[in-house]
DNA sequence: GGGGTTGTTGGACATCTGCGCAATAGCCTC
DNA sequence: GAGGCTATTGCGCAGATGTCCAACAACCCC
């Protein structure tokens, strides 16, 4: 209905497609399902978009990119590189959140079968084990912890945190929670050569910025006015 | 065309079904891909399955149970809780075949929406689960190993295992595959207090069960009568 | 061999899929 | 206000989807 430019209509669309992402899943999200969320016509999205893999791969990359920058930001207002990974416990949002960690469940399943939704995964996959692995390397050098190889130490402590979060998130009850990101934190001290504690999440004496709870970046899903209609849609 | 009991009829849509979610993956498995597959009639899937969901989960259920009855009965062929842990990961079979673990990553992914299909994989994971926990136990009551929680090391270590498989299947090339299954080896070792290599595969002890490969298992999908078929229809 | 049981067929049903295209309607410039 | 640019429509296309059901055919028992 209304006009709009451009870059302010494919904007829209990837909004309204997250949305429908979130719903029902990226293997089910159709062309129409988007078009009427946003009440306009379908052909509308293939002006923009050449194919259903490229819609899917642009609005995976906003939800997922969006949490990489508020994590990384969160990091950046840290000194010192366990200062760095202690805000980075405290802030993952996959496993905390289920609307953005099932929505890399289906990510990862369907990678296979649409390559630029797999190439879009993949780089933000690698981009957060980077943000890790250069925060670890730095705390290397800076003494305060010792790792031979930070870059696989990077890949086994995300590796596990995706893990157990999976396991969290479809398997609901299988795992503890709590126990996705206690025990995420105990092996990232090991392997790091921390004393026991140090990661937890508590002792946040970074800069004053306002984090009341653990979990500080977009808290519902995209589009979604208050949590209780996301309740109604996705029934625990 | 052949007539068939129902125990027999049942089973060879089952075993078809495998063979379509392998290919096809499970969210694009249809009845008439199924059917088509057996060279029999739609309308027979549905004579001996009241839904989808219900021949999705049986489908995944027997690849998945027969990987873990014969890692399981592997391991039975050892005597030391160490020994059943080396045997564990030499016949690991989801981090080393593809079209297992990508079984995997579908069900996770579809758990959320297909309610039969969930139970079937997290009672499956918690096998496996379980299958480690006990293990480890053993290994502590006769002190080869120690370990204060037996049941959350097995889920760490399955979980670091998954985290890994995970990117080496949905992400080609992200990490090395001969690191999935060595790194999670080393992460055991550290957690159960075994010195590095302890649970190194190429040292085999165990009884003289023919395991030319690490893969011992049905190392090819169910059906596909060679290899090279595989790579047409999933090329890497 | 006849009759009943039951595995199997093949298509009907309504709905959905990604995609493309002519026609339309809104906005900006001159 | 006229003209043109373009965002948007609305439907068509060819095919796929899960589910259901009356008809058919193969088998076994009597």
Request: aromatic fraction near 6%.
């Given at each position: 209905?209304?006009?709009?430019?451009?870059?302010?209509?494919?904007?829209?669309?990837?909004?309204?497609?997250?949305?429908?992402?979130?719903?029902?899943?990226?293997?089910?999200?159709?062309?129409?399902?988007?078009?009427?969320?946003?009440?306009?016509?379908?052909?509308?999205?293939?002006?923009?978009?050449a194919?259903?893999?490229?819609?899917?791969?642009?609005?995976?990359?906003?939800?997922?990119?969006?949490?990489?920058?508020?994590?990384?930001?969160?990091?950046?207002?840290?000194?010192t590189?366990?200062?760095?990974?202690?805000?980075?416990?405290?802030?993952?949002?996959?496993?905390?959140?289920?609307?953005?960690?099932?929505?890399?469940?289906?990510?990862?399943?369907?990678?296979?079968?649409?390559?630029?939704?797999?190439?879009?995964?993949?780089?933000?996959?690698?981009?957060?084990?980077?943000?890790?692995?250069?925060?670890?390397?730095?705390?290397?050098?800076?003494?305060?912890?010792?790792?031979?190889?930070?870059?696989?130490?990077?890949?086994?402590?995300?590796?596990?945190?995706?893990?157990?979060?999976?396991?969290?998130?479809?398997?609901?009850?299988?795992?503890?929670r709590?126990?996705?990101?206690?025990?995420?934190?105990?092996?990232?001290?090991?392997?790091?050569?921390?004393?026991?504690?140090?990661?937890?999440g508590s002792?946040?004496?970074?800069?004053?910025?306002?984090l009341?709870?653990?979990?500080?970046r977009?808290?519902?899903?995209?589009?979604?006015?208050?949590p209780?209609?996301?309740?109604?849609?996705?029934?625990?």
């Amino acid at each position: 209905m209304a006009r709009m430019g451009p870059d302010e209509r494919r904007n829209a669309i990837v909004g309204a497609a997250l949305e429908v992402m979130v719903e029902r899943g990226i293997a089910a999200t159709t062309v129409r399902h988007v078009a009427d969320r946003m009440g306009t016509s379908s052909g509308l999205i293939h002006h923009y978009f050449a194919s259903m893999d490229e819609l899917l791969a642009d609005a995976f990359e906003r939800a997922a990119s969006q949490d990489l920058n508020v994590t990384r930001e969160a990091m950046s207002r840290n000194h010192t590189a366990v200062d760095k990974l202690r805000t980075f416990f405290a802030t993952y949002a996959r496993a905390e959140q289920d609307w953005a960690f099932q929505l890399w469940l289906d990510a990862w399943a369907e990678a296979s079968r649409r390559p630029q939704l797999r190439a879009t995964s993949q780089r933000l996959n690698i981009a957060w084990q980077r943000l890790l692995a250069e925060t670890i390397s730095a705390g290397v050098v800076s003494g305060q912890m010792s790792c031979a190889d930070p870059d696989a130490a990077a890949w086994r402590i995300l590796s596990l945190l995706d893990g157990l979060a999976l396991q969290a998130v479809a398997h609901r009850g299988s795992i503890d929670r709590s126990a996705v990101v206690t025990w995420s934190v105990r092996h990232a001290e090991t392997e790091l050569g921390l004393a026991d504690g140090t990661l937890d999440g508590s002792k946040s004496d970074a800069a004053g910025h306002p984090l009341g709870s653990p979990c500080n970046r977009s808290s519902r899903p995209p589009g979604t006015p208050a949590p209780p209609s996301r309740a109604h849609r996705l029934p625990s």
